[in-house]
């Protein structure tokens, strides 16, 4: 079974130093959004996989996670109760 939710994550980096820089931190912010009806997701998880950090975006599909190092970073969406489709034949 795979999920329905097909999403579109827009995702916005704060001040992060391209130079490694002792105790420094940064942001990620963003909206997650339905690729297919356009409208905006709330309750869905947002990921940072290699960092293990997770933030649940609220009732207008925002999210924040602070307090990111310096990098570049891939955020993944997941939307937890998502309608089911059978998988193809």
């Known amino acids: 079974m795979r999920p329905l939710c097909l999403a579109t ?45 997770t933030a649940v975006t609220n009732s207008t599909g925002r999210f924040v996670l602070d307090t990111v190092p310096p990098g570049e970073w891939t955020v993944a969406s997941r939307r937890p109760h998502a309608v089911q489709l059978p998988e193809p034949l």
């Open 9 to 53: 994550l827009f995702a916005l980096a704060g001040p992060v130093s391209l130079l490694p820089v002792q105790g420094r931190t940064g942001r990620i912010r963003g909206v997650v959004i339905d690729s297919l009806l356009g409208a905006t997701l709330p309750d869905t998880e947002v990921r940072v996989a290699r960092l293990n950090r």
